[in-house]
């Protein structure tokens, strides 16, 4: 995500109205086997994620109407059990109707957030859970976030580190990815955008269901769809199919400048790809949205932009996102704190954008912030690798400006400290060992040792877990 040069998130910190819902909310009936728990075990989120399931895949068929701003539809969720359980959860935030569970109906429970399934299954057991539901996704908060995003003209699903939840039942963590495919149904004189390649459409009187599969499984807040009247242009780079789509909404010089940046996707991620090596997915893509959104998305295949224009900003945004299909995306991150894996790399190829088209290198960017910021300054108050200790409200600190940008100056720092060759081999690496998978700051550190044959652990003590400015010092990269 990048938000901080649009500032969005102070603004819905603002909306907060989140339940606060106890974690025993799920009271377990006399069942010989224990339920799967309600979060999986993130301490930033308790509820996110669920125990006991790893989710195979999700069919997700939800019909929008604008006008009321209702959603409706089902979800095929495909589950095998981690243990054998009496029940299970699901993210969910709409009203569910139905469950059925290999086609038998069963009896849940719902409050807020948590979708409590009752259904006996043995370790290892697969089942296909089919979700009914119907609601309006506008009315609903979770963890002080009111993301639905919608005019009467257009909706784009799209948020982090939740969005799941506003329109399909879900496994809402980083630490389970599975396969997406999503049939969403509106008004056939629009169109429909998501992950991936869009494999159906079909037209049934005033409305049109438009199918969109991604091949390569995802993590649940990188799904995504748009819906709204796009100007859509596609085509093939380095073997690979492109599309990119921008909101007619925005009028028609907007739409173009929008259109002009969206076409620099594939040029930018074959740069990427000269840095970090082969990009990890079949798909390549972007959306601009004319909805008031202040921040960026990296939906995986497809992120989403609000309107930036086409400058030199607009571009880093586009080096930002695509950077993070491979650094949070492809190789997600184990937990919440770890999330400046994800800000911190895309900050990185951001500046080295910069660097390598004739602007300030990454050590002149890492030196200028450095002397910029005061010892004193709020700036380093808090660990990049623990942003929010106390675990509470944790979507403000995920996000905040720390994060992205000490992130970014410690990987500068690493590369002025290891040197060029093993910082390639280390960002390579990271993308390419774990490609598909997560990681942890842990492993990173564990493999950046490896990678240069040295005890770095001051060196990461100094600008990952620390609440002081680093020492100017060589062995901080700074000497
Ligand atoms: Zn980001």
């Given at each position: 995500?990048?938000?901080r040069?649009?500032?969005?998130?102070a603004?819905?910190a603002?909306l907060?109205?989140?339940?606060?819902?106890p974690?025993d909310v799920?009271?377990?009936?006399?069942?010989?086997?224990?339920?799967?728990?309600?979060?999986?075990?993130?301490?930033?989120?308790?509820?996110d994620?669920?125990?006991?399931?790893?989710?195979?895949?999700?069919?997700?068929?939800d019909r929008?109407?604008?006008?009321e701003?209702?959603l409706?539809?089902w979800?095929?969720?495909?589950?095998t059990?981690t243990?054998?359980?009496?029940?299970?959860?699901l993210?969910?935030?709409?009203?569910v109707s139905r469950?059925?569970?290999d086609?038998?109906r069963?009896?849940?429970d719902q409050?807020?957030?948590?979708?409590?399934v009752d259904?006996?299954l043995?370790a290892?057991?697969t089942?296909?859970?089919?979700?009914?539901?119907s609601?309006?996704?506008?009315r609903?908060s979770?963890?002080?976030?009111s993301?639905?995003?919608a005019?009467?003209?257009e909706v784009?699903?799209m948020?982090q580190?939740?969005?799941?939840?506003?329109?399909f039942?879900?496994n809402?963590?980083?630490?389970?990815?599975a396969?997406?495919r999503?049939s969403?149904?509106?008004?056939?004189e629009?169109?429909?955008?998501?992950?991936?390649r869009r494999?159906?459409?079909?037209v049934?009187?005033?409305?049109?269901?438009?199918t969109?599969?991604?091949?390569?499984p995802?993590?649940?807040?990188?799904?995504?769809?748009?819906?709204?009247?796009?100007e859509v242009?596609?085509g093939?780079?380095?073997?690979?199919?492109?599309?990119v789509?921008?909101?007619?909404?925005?009028?028609?010089?907007?739409?173009r400048?929008?259109?002009?940046l969206?076409?620099q996707?594939?040029?930018?991620l074959?740069?990427?790809?000269g840095v970090?090596g082969?990009?990890?997915?079949?798909?390549v893509?972007?959306?601009?949205?004319?909805?008031?959104?202040?921040?960026?998305?990296?939906?995986?295949?497809?992120?989403?932009?609000?309107f930036?224009?086409?400058g030199?900003?607009?571009?880093?945004?586009?080096v930002?996102?695509l950077?993070?299909?491979?650094?949070?995306?492809?190789?997600?991150?184990?937990?919440?704190?770890d999330?400046w894996?994800?800000e911190?790399w895309?900050t990185y190829f951001?500046?080295?954008?910069?660097?390598?088209?004739?602007?300030a290198?990454?050590d002149?960017?890492l030196?200028?912030?450095?002397?910029g910021?005061?010892?004193?300054?709020?700036?380093?108050?808090?660990?990049?690798a623990?942003p929010c200790?106390?675990h509470d409200?944790?979507?403000?600190?995920?996000f905040?400006?720390f994060?992205?940008?000490?992130?970014?100056m410690?990987?500068?720092a690493?590369?002025?400290r290891i040197?060029?060759?093993?910082?390639?081999?280390?960002l390579?690496?990271?993308?390419a060992?774990r490609?598909?998978?997560?990681?942890?700051?842990?492993?990173f550190e564990a493999?950046?040792?490896?990678v240069s044959?040295e005890?770095?652990g001051?060196?990461?003590d100094a600008?990952?877990?620390?609440?002081?400015k680093?020492?100017?010092?060589?062995?901080?990269g700074?000497?």
């Open positions: 995500m990048l938000s040069r649009l500032a969005a998130f603004a819905s603002v907060s109205t989140a339940l606060a819902v974690p799920v009271a377990a009936a006399t069942f010989d086997a224990p339920r799967g728990s309600v979060g999986i075990g993130d301490p930033y989120f308790p509820l994620g669920n125990g006991g399931i790893d989710v195979r895949s999700y069919d997700i068929h929008y109407r604008f006008a701003g209702r409706s539809g979800t095929a969720v495909r589950l059990a243990a054998a359980i009496s029940g299970f959860n993210d969910f935030l709409l009203p469950v059925e569970v086609g038998r069963v009896t849940f409050r807020h957030h948590e979708l409590s259904a006996h043995a290892g057991e089942v296909r859970a089919v979700v009914r539901y609601g309006f996704p506008g609903y979770y963890e002080g976030e993301n639905w995003l005019d009467r003209h784009v699903a948020n580190p939740h969005m799941a939840p506003w329109w039942p879900a809402d963590h980083p630490l389970d990815k396969r997406m999503v969403i149904t509106v008004p056939r629009m169109q429909v955008i998501g992950n991936g494999v159906d459409r079909t049934r009187r005033g409305l049109a269901t438009t969109w599969a991604a091949d390569e995802m993590v649940p807040y990188l799904a995504f769809f748009a819906a709204g009247s796009y242009a596609k093939t780079a380095q073997g690979r199919p492109w599309l789509a921008v909101s007619r909404g925005l009028g028609t010089a907007a739409q400048e929008a259109m002009g969206m076409m996707t594939p040029a930018l074959h740069w990427l790809e970090i082969p990009y990890p997915f079949r798909q893509g972007g959306l601009t949205t004319s909805l008031p959104v202040g921040f960026a998305l990296e939906n995986q295949t497809r992120p989403t932009y609000p930036m224009g086409d030199p900003g607009a571009v880093r945004t586009v930002h996102e950077a993070h299909q491979w650094y949070g995306d492809s190789v997600a991150i184990a937990g919440w704190k999330i894996l994800n911190g895309a951001e500046n080295l954008y910069v660097e390598t088209h004739g602007g290198t990454t002149d960017r030196r200028e912030q450095y002397a910021i005061p010892a004193d300054d709020a700036f380093w108050d808090h660990e990049v623990d200790p106390d409200r944790c979507v403000g600190p995920i905040a400006d994060v992205y940008e000490r992130g970014g410690a990987l500068a690493l590369r002025n040197g060029d060759s093993a910082f390639t081999t280390l390579r690496r990271w993308a060992d490609e598909g998978g997560n990681g942890s700051t842990e492993q493999l950046a040792e490896d044959g005890d770095l001051p060196f990461f600008w990952l877990h620390s609440t002081t680093p020492a100017d010092t060589a062995a901080n700074l000497g």
